[in-house]
């Protein structure tokens, strides 16, 4: 037969697969999120999301130093404070959870450290902001976070991750960090986050279930493509170092888009409903489980992310050292 072009050609064995692949998972790719509580020796996994667990600071560090060892760069820490109030004021307390945990784990390990900025986990309503008159008051949540971040900055945090979709919040956090002195703190926005219903074992974790109403008020509307563009512009304007899309899979075509636009370091969030998705398939048997994780998370590399939060960063980092 006459075929002058045969792709076949080069898939014939795994090393030559490997030399023409075009796209690989790195662990320098991997950013673990950790949770961290109150209390002492806590490690308590969670049901919704297989292997992974809620700490209180002493095991949250030891956590740390295994993913370190691992060869992990990075962690994403959640506080999820037991004292809540209205406006969530645990979030920025001096000894605060999240506080003492960025000092021992930038203690114990040479980590970068990355913290989630948001009310949700501390205000007892459950809504990512400070409330007002039965709404998410805008410019008071912006000031509550800015003030969030400064109190990491504090510890010796390395970055900061507002998740809470505030309008303004980078300009202001860039100016609250750069006016104490805390001009390397960078900012890793949630740029583009989708009022998604892939979320629901990580608020159980966190505790987070907005008590009345839902997010929409604040995160995206997932029929918006366009809108993705003008948000991540607005952040970067702003001052925000990396940008980050969310949910990762079922906005692929989103991190595509944003990847074209913008020549900045892109991540990803691989959020809790897409991780409990991917578990239960391995776990009823239908799935080989490092090769399905493995396609997951190549497919958002592919699609343009440079980084990636994930749940599976433990696993996926022992697969990359071990053949
Ligand atoms: C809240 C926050 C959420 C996640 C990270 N930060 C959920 C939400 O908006 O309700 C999602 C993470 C996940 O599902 O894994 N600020
Ligand atoms: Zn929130």
């Excluded at 490690?43 to 949250?60: A, F, H, K």
């Excluded at 006016?179 to 390397?184: I, S």
Aim: glycine share 8%; charged share 30%.
């Amino acid at each position: 037969m006459d075929i002058l072009y045969r792709p076949r050609r080069l898939r014939r064995t795994p090393l030559l697969r490997e030399m023409v692949r075009e796209t690989s998972l790195h662990l320098s790719d991997l950013i673990a999120p950790l949770f961290v509580g109150e209390g002492e020796k806590v490690r308590e996994e969670m049901e919704n999301l297989p292997g992974i667990c809620r700490y209180s600071v002493d095991t949250v560090t030891e956590e740390a130093k295994i993913l370190e060892d691992l060869g992990i760069p990075a962690v994403l820490l959640f506080g999820v404070s037991t004292r809540r109030d209205p406006v969530g004021s645990s979030a920025w307390e001096r000894e605060g959870i999240v506080q003492r945990a960025i000092s021992a784990i930038k203690r114990a390990t040479s980590l970068i450290v990355i913290t989630d900025i948001c009310l949700c986990g501390y205000a007892d309503h459950g809504h990512c902001g400070v409330m007002c008159e039965g709404r998410v008051d805008n410019d008071r949540t912006v000031e509550a976070i800015a003030r969030v971040a400064l109190s990491h900055a504090r510890e010796g945090v390395d970055g900061v991750a507002p998740s809470d979709m505030m309008d303004g919040r980078v300009g202001v956090m860039r100016r609250t960090l750069d006016e104490a002195g805390f001009h390397e703190v960078f900012i890793m926005s949630y740029s583009v986050k989708y009022a998604s219903s892939l979320y629901g074992p990580f608020r159980e974790m966190m505790h987070s279930t907005p008590r009345f109403g839902d997010r929409r008020s604040y995160q995206m509307d997932p029929g918006n493509a366009r809108e993705a563009i003008r948000e991540v512009a607005l952040d970067l304007s702003e001052g925000a170092d990396i940008v980050m899309v969310k949910p990762a899979l079922a906005y692929l075509d989103i991190v595509a888009r944003v990847r074209e636009h913008f020549l900045v370091p892109l991540a990803v969030y691989n959020v809790s409903g897409e991780y409990a998705m991917v578990k239960s398939l391995a776990r009823m048997g239908f799935a080989e489980e490092r090769e399905l994780v493995t396609e997951v998370l190549l497919s958002l590399k592919r699609a343009g992310a440079d980084l990636i939060v994930t749940y599976h960063a433990k696993e996926m980092a022992r697969w990359l050292t071990t053949r």
